[in-house]
């Protein structure tokens, strides 16, 4: 082999080791910043809007029940949840030991137990045990599975009915929110809440509002209390320290009824350990029905299960500190789990809507299939027993997914304006108050949604016409009724999408009267509108 031979092999080698060396780099590298988050299709997401830390998968370990034997041949079933009076059921379960009388032991790990770091489960931490099948259920909310995609919903919970709150100073309506600092727990529900108030205005949370994340609810009233922030997002009872600084109510899940828990269910346990799941559904409503039927009884058992400076339900007040975590929060029986999941679409619709808010927000949600999320097969089967009826009403008993609002004996003079709708410019069929199909779509889009999820708002629908110049002119009556027609027609179409009729106040106006007996096609144009205004009869 002659030497220039020789000097060119040598070159493409040192080359390929160069190249080698690159590769093995990346790869070190990447095994030390963490993989890229994983994404429904089996690809990566290497979008750098929201970094995913890695998750820890090793679990703290769970605690049992007062009669758990390891050595019985008894299964066991694992479910996380945060403190939270309706998630207190697990803890009832145990002590009642409807867990053992269904044929498995409930281990419970509880979030953030008594400050112990062992228990500071991260979000993230959260889902990634789930997911990977290490745990069979988690107890959270119906927009952390729309945006996560960790398991599947097999069971209602409860609908938060006043529980999660949005406070601020000088801010009378959503509107008002645009240029505001907003401060929340971050990868909270409190976070959700703020995003999906956003929309209603269709304010964006990247470029109208300034976000102030914080690791908790407590961290966010305290810079909204230093003047940090103007809005803070959150749930009670930390919420309400937002008074100290003059904060005031704003919203609520009393009005909005966006807040759902959901029992999520591992994926895994469906498909290996299905009869288990099933025990477990069933042993959930035995206990609610025991809980309705003796409430001091539960709470009592709930107070005993130890950890009281975490639960806030103590021996000697148990029934008044569990009634008092219960007021603001629907709690769904089994009939309300029975009605929702043999008619499926409004759950699948309000994953569908978390699913656009998260995105709106650059979250990054899970692409796949919603309508995979929810698996109604527990909750049917526990409905066929009649031992797990309840005979009895929770504490409150508003849960409202398919509920109506009678609100017909509240007068628009009492009602306080929440939010003005922007869309307001509605085109009408020719000499017609008759929608247009585009105008039925901005409706869709628009007030459905917000409607559908929030039994605690009503409505103002007021209609506006042109006062075009007509010989002999028009009159005052006639002007009204147009516009009042037009106004009719935008709450008939909503009727029609399901909205209670009771939950419309529908007013008229006329065009001021420098607009009035004009050929102006601009100011006619500027005079035709129906102008939508969410409103609350108090907060």
Same mark, same amino acid.
């Given at each position: 082999m002659d030497r220039t031979r020789i000097i060119f092999v040598a070159i493409i080698g040192l080359t390929l080791i160069g190249i080698c060396g690159v590769i093995a780099y990346n790869l070190v590298n990447d095994r030390i910043v963490g993989d890229p988050t994983p994404v429904a299709d089996g690809s990566t997401n290497t979008s750098t809007t929201r970094p995913t830390p890695s998750a820890n998968l090793q679990s703290p370990e769970p605690i049992w029940g007062p009669n758990y034997d390891a050595n019985d041949g008894k299964p066991t079933y694992i479910c996380g949840a945060d403190a939270f009076g309706s998630y207190f059921t697990l803890q009832q379960m145990q002590m009642s030991g409807k867990d053992l009388a269904h044929g498995f032991h409930l281990g419970i790990v509880p979030f953030s137990l008594n400050e112990d770091p062992a228990y500071d489960v991260s979000e993230e931490q959260r889902t990634a045990l789930l997911n990977a099948g290490l745990w069979d259920c988690l107890l959270t909310t119906l927009d952390s599975v729309a945006l996560s995609s960790p398991g599947v919903i097999t069971a209602i919970v409860d609908e938060s009915a006043g529980a999660d709150q949005l406070w601020g100073r000088d801010v009378p309506t959503i509107n008002d929110l645009k240029g505001k600092r907003i401060a929340f727990s971050r990868n909270s529900v409190g976070e959700y809440f703020v995003y999906y108030a956003l929309s209603i205005a269709q304010l964006s949370p990247r470029s109208d509002v300034t976000l102030a994340p914080q690791d908790s609810v407590a961290d966010a009233v305290a810079i909204f209390n230093n003047g940090q922030a103007d809005v803070v997002s959150g749930w009670e009872p930390d919420i309400y320290d937002a008074e100290q600084s003059g904060g005031t109510?704003?919203?609520?899940?009393?009005?909005?009824?966006?807040?759902?828990?959901?029992?999520?269910?591992?994926?895994q346990s469906i498909s290996n350990r299905a009869d288990l799941a099933q025990n477990f559904h069933n042993a959930w409503f035995d206990t609610l029905k025991a809980q309705v039927q003796d409430f001091d009884t539960a709470a009592a058992q709930i107070a005993a299960w130890g950890n009281n400076d975490w639960s806030f339900v103590y021996p000697e007040s148990a029934s008044d500190d569990f009634r008092a975590w219960l007021e603001n929060v629907a709690q769904a029986d089994l009939g309300d789990n029975a009605f929702v999941m043999r008619d499926m679409?409004?759950?699948?619709?309000?994953?569908?809507?978390?699913?656009?808010?998260?995105?709106?927000?650059?979250?990054n949600p899970a692409d796949d299939n919603v309508e995979d999320l929810v698996n109604a097969g527990f909750v049917l089967r526990a409905a066929e027993q009649a031992s797990l009826q309840p005979n009895g009403k929770p504490v409150n008993d508003t849960f409202s997914i398919s509920g109506q609002l009678d609100l017909s004996g509240v007068a628009s003079g009492a009602a306080a304006t929440l939010a003005v709708l922007p869309c307001r410019t509605f085109s009408f069929?020719?000499?017609?108050?008759?929608?247009t199909l585009e105008s039925r779509r901005i409706l869709d889009s628009c007030v459905v949604p917000t409607l559908s999820q929030s039994v605690g708002l009503f409505l103002r629908v007021k209609g506006s016409s042109a006062w075009p110049a007509a010989t002999p002119s028009w009159t005052e009556q006639d /002007?009204? +009724?147009?516009?009042?027609?037009? %106004?009719?027609?935008?709450?008939?179409?909503?009727?029609?999408?399901?909205?209670?009729?009771?939950?419309? /106040?529908? +007013?008229?106006?006329?065009?001021? %009267?420098?607009?009035?007996?004009?050929d102006d096609a601009n100011i006619q144009a500027a005079d035709r509108y129906v102008e939508l205004t969410l409103v609350t009869s108090g907060r």
């Open positions: 109510p704003l919203l609520s899940s009393a009005q909005l009824r966006i807040v759902i828990d959901v029992i999520v269910t591992s994926r679409r409004p759950i699948i619709n309000r994953l569908q809507i978390a699913r656009r808010v998260w995105a709106a927000s650059d979250a069929l020719p000499e017609s108050t008759e929608l /002007i009204l +009724e147009v516009a009042e027609g037009r %106004a009719q027609s935008v709450v008939d179409y909503l009727v029609s999408q399901g909205i209670d009729p009771a939950r419309f /106040i529908v +007013e008229a106006t006329l065009p001021p %009267a420098a607009n009035r007996n004009t």
